[in-house]
């Protein structure tokens, strides 16, 4: 199983990115994919999460209006475009799948909004 992310980067208050994220190793389209972001000094939280079909997604508040996951299964990835970036947006973003039972992340990819 391999979660491999991109498209994190730096991009002033305001501004917006896109976030990738392909998997490799496992049936993509029968398994929930999340996104986490873990700021400097913090704990790993969840943003959003997609349903296997990608019927359903579920936001924090903190991002709900600004962020939308998306979910390819004929491409086997998931993508997060963040709008209205906000410097408390600031941190590293990690896809998660749980698959088999265990626990599966990706390397992680940071996005700095500035000021």
């Known amino acids: 199983v391999q979660l491999v992310e991109s498209g994190g980067g730096l991009v002033q208050t305001g501004g917006s990115l896109t976030l990738s994220c392909a998997a490799f190793g496992f049936p993509f389209s029968g398994h929930v994919m999340s996104w986490y972001r873990q700021a400097p000094g913090k704990g790993r939280e969840l943003v959003a999460m997609i349903t296997s079909s990608g019927s359903t997604v579920q936001y924090s508040d903190s991002v709900k209006g600004r962020f939308t996951m998306s979910r390819d299964n004929a491409k086997k990835t998931t993508s997060l475009q963040m709008n209205d970036l906000k410097p408390e947006d600031t941190a590293v973003y990690y896809c998660?799948?749980?698959?088999?039972?265990?626990?599966?992340w990706g390397q992680g990819t940071q996005v700095t909004v500035s000021s």
């Open positions: 998660k799948a749980d698959v088999r039972g265990r626990t599966e």
